[in-house]
């Protein structure tokens, strides 16, 4: 049916394409389809085709006439006669080349070598002649136009000649016709090439539809002007489910899904008015009843007066297209609307988008675009992504303190970078604070370890030291001996104190405390401690400050703040000393990440002395390290405050300049609970008792030096190395036992704990006292539990074990 409808089309337009190409009888189309439409426009206007081959042919002419000699090859066996000839067409002007032969050999010899465009033969030869040649030329297939030229005429003669396909029959006595007679075969040649090359272009552009039409997967019409199908392509069937013989005589528009009727006719009266094609979108019915979405291109033909004749309809399916679309809108609108900051950049390095969180970002900067707080090596980072493949992540800038990480991704088969980028300056404060916590952490049971192994020694030093003080019997020297030994060991064990403080493993002994009765007090003692120099003012707040706190250690705090303030002071200045209400909000938190939302007090501290670096700030925290000089300074004031703010749930912040001196900030918990009850100690002498006594210690030295004291009191001692041993006894003296002593840590996995919950399992109403140079089982107790818990804090004179031992076997 395509074949037909187009060779109607071709032969109904022969005129225009014998004419060329008019301003009428062309194609109103609008090419939107690529190739396949612009063949359907060349098909349908075939005129282009067959002009390209015409063009071809004068092209081919044209050499020869540039040539300036035509190609002549004479059969004459008499070289007069064959002179005669060439004269001839000498004297008309003809500039040829001409060979002569003979024979057949000759003749197919230069046939194939010499490529002649002329031959000019005679009719009889003694072994050849015209009609023989002739003959040649049919069996070789070669269009080449012949000339008889014969001394005898006969009309049989001429008649065989014409018949063979000799183009003219001269007699050798009227040679005055012979170049005309070349010129006329030459031009019949050509005219008859001339006419075969168009028909083998019309051939060629039927079958150019044909395929196209036949195998294009978009649908084809041709519709007539009440828009009846004339012709619809097979695609037709494969597409809609509807055969193309079918749709004949059948109207287009009922395909038509009715929302989209009005503008396919108005594309169709568009491409009527402007003689142009017009594009639409509309929705084809499927043959089992649903749509399918097509873009197609409308065209009007036109006859070869100017009427419109029928309308080409070329429709493609947009379905897969129109997914592909929905996903490249979703797609887009993921970098559009991420919180977080996106860009592109060509190869060049040139910003060529960038999403809201990117622009927001450069605002809060103070910054009008996004170009301006890129890094300054973008344009390199972009170039070396491209060439290499790789990305390059976590290029970190710092505008006005804040850090910004920018990530390179590129893109190589569009050649674009995508580049992600997201503000770090928290993170970064975070995972400073937290590596700053583990080292302290890390140092803090370095520094616990080591305290608690040296109160154990020290317990013995004193304890010994105590039993020497105790005997009367002692010369004067020794006995002054063993008093310095006691004070040693005291100012060793304050040392020990400050580093359990320090680790968080001392033990709390807290108290409702109005920490502004605290400063009060500790007001005179700061004042002493402080040169003459260095003015104090203390203000503290009109409403009470009550926290939850070992008193000693707020006392501790304030004077290690304030000798380390007086210090900061060598030359004079002042030291402000306040507290007050501080109520903390989310919003505080996120600018202090180590704060914490709640109702707390603030123990401020605040010198006019030298300051601190950065470099030093980080650090002043850890243990042992100092900024003064050799033998001035432990390095244990602020880890002691650091380790004894953390211990009572609370944080410290550090303001300081060089040259303006420096303010610590100690925030603590607002206490809501009534004061604990304090333990008050008796003042007579220690009595000692007849009770047996379970001593739990894995330190041989000072387990035997416990024993020594209690059995000079008149008790009896049970001693056990472990915590096994110690339930081993246990269960062969339970009935005997009237009190527990163990320490907390012990070999063996059973620790002095578990020890004491075993014997309080099997007889609640026996006396446990737990021992420890420091303690993470107490320490991870709360207040309640430790409250309840009789302990006895490692290094102990004799006298504070008797006492103690005495205390708990009375109550």
């Not at 980072?381 to 991704?409: D, I």
């Not at 004042?527 to 104090?536: H, K, P």
């Amino acid at each position: 049916m395509s074949l037909a409808v187009a060779r109607v089309f071709l032969v109904r337009n022969r005129t225009a394409i014998e004419r060329g190409v008019s301003g009428r009888g062309k194609l109103a189309a609008s090419g939107q389809f690529g190739t396949n439409q612009n063949m359907i426009s060349q098909l349908s206007s075939p005129s282009a085709a067959v002009q390209a081959a015409s063009s071809g042919l004068s092209a081919e002419v044209g050499l020869v006439t540039e040539a300036g000699r035509l190609r002549v090859l004479l059969v004459e066996d008499m070289p007069d006669d064959a002179e005669l000839i060439e004269r001839t067409l000498m004297r008309e002007g003809v500039r040829f080349n001409c060979r002569r032969v003979e024979t057949a050999e000759a003749f197919t010899r230069e046939l194939a070598e010499f490529d002649p465009e002329v031959i000019i033969a005679d009719y009889t030869l003694p072994s050849f002649g015209a009609l023989h040649a002739l003959a040649l030329l049919r069996e070789a297939s070669r269009d080449v136009p012949v000339v008889v030229v014969t001394g005898e005429h006969t009309d049989e003669g001429a008649v065989e000649c014409i018949k063979a396909g000799a183009e003219d029959y001269l007699l050798k006595s009227g040679l005055k016709r012979l170049p005309s007679a070349v010129g006329r075969a030459l031009e019949r040649r050509d005219d008859q090439r001339r006419r075969l090359e168009m028909e083998t272009a019309l051939r060629r552009s039927e079958e150019q539809l044909r395929l196209i039409t036949e195998n294009s997967r978009d649908l084809i019409c041709l519709l007539d002007l009440d828009f009846r199908f004339q012709y619809a392509s097979p695609s037709y069937e494969s597409i809609l489910g509807r055969a193309p013989e079918v749709l004949l005589g059948t109207r287009c528009p009922e395909l038509v899904h009715a929302d989209d009727l009005r503008a396919f006719r108005d594309a169709l009266d568009e491409a009527l008015f402007f003689r142009e094609g017009r594009t639409v979108e509309t929705r084809f019915r499927h043959a089992t009843g649903g749509w399918q979405s097509f873009e197609s291109s409308v065209s009007i033909i036109f006859d070869d007066s100017g009427r419109p004749h029928r309308a080409l309809v070329a429709s493609r399916d947009t379905s897969d297209r129109k997914r592909a679309e929905r996903e490249v809108r979703k797609l887009a609108a993921f970098p559009r609307f991420n919180p977080n900051p996106i860009l592109e950049f060509a190869a060049d390095g040139s910003l060529t988008y960038f999403n809201d969180a990117a622009l927001e970002m450069a605002r809060s900067l103070k910054k009008n675009h996004p170009q301006s707080i890129l890094p300054l090596n973008t344009s390199t980072l972009v170039k070396l992504c491209l060439s290499t493949g790789q990305n390059k992540l976590h290029q970190v800038t710092n505008l006005g303190g804040r850090v910004l990480s920018w990530s390179y991704f590129p893109v190589t088969a569009h050649q674009v970078v995508h580049c992600y980028a997201e503000e770090v300056t928290e993170r970064l404060n975070l995972e400073a604070q937290l590596r700053q916590a583990q080292k302290m952490d890390s140092v803090g049971q370095l520094a616990a370890g080591v305290a608690h192994d040296f109160n154990n020694i020290l317990t013995i030093i004193q304890g010994h030291a105590g039993i020497l003080n105790g005997d009367g019997s002692l010369p004067e020297g020794l006995g002054e001996s063993a008093r310095q030994i006691a004070l040693a060991a005291e100012r060793a064990a304050n040392l020990t104190r400050q580093l359990l403080m320090f680790s968080r493993k001392q033990i709390l002994q807290p108290q409702l405390l109005n920490l502004n009765d605290v400063v009060t007090n500790l007001s005179k003692m700061v004042r002493a401690l402080l040169s003459g120099q260095v003015t104090l003012d203390c203000s503290a707040g009109e409403d009470p400050a009550y926290v939850y706190a070992d008193l000693g250690m707020m006392e501790q705090i304030l004077v290690n703040l304030s000798v380390n303030a007086r210090d900061a002071m060598p030359r004079g200045g002042k030291l402000v000393v306040n507290t007050r209400y501080v109520e903390i909000d989310a919003g505080y938190v996120q600018r202090h990440p180590e704060a914490r939302v709640g109702h707390f007090i603030c123990l401020s501290v605040a010198d006019t002395g030298h300051g601190m670096d950065e470099r030093t700030l980080v650090r002043i925290f850890e243990p042992f390290f100092t900024t003064k000089e050799i033998g001035k300074g432990t390095g244990l004031g602020l880890a002691t405050v650091y380790g004894i703010v953390t211990q009572h749930q609370g944080w410290i912040e550090v303001d300081s300049q060089v040259g303006q001196g420096t303010t610590f900030k100690v925030f603590l918990p607002q206490a809501t609970h009534g004061p604990l009850k304090e333990k008050k100690r008796r003042a007579e002498e220690i009595p000692g008792g007849t009770e047996t006594i379970l001593v739990v210690e894995d330190e041989t030295p000072l387990r035997e030096l416990v024993r020594e004291i209690l059995e000079k009191k008149g008790y009896q001692v049970l001693e056990a190395a472990t915590g096994v041993q110690a339930l081993h006894i246990w269960d062969e003296r339970r009935d005997a036992i009237d009190l527990v002593l163990t320490d907390l840590m012990m070999p063996e996995g059973v620790s002095g704990r578990e020890v004491g919950e075993r014997v309080l399992q099997d007889r609640p109403d026996l006396k446990v006292i737990y021992s420890s140079g420091y303690s993470l089982d107490v320490s991870g107790m709360n207040a309640a539990q430790q409250e309840a818990m009789t302990f006895l804090q490692k290094p102990y004179d004799p006298e504070t074990l008797a006492l103690l031992v005495r205390n708990v076997l009375d109550a």
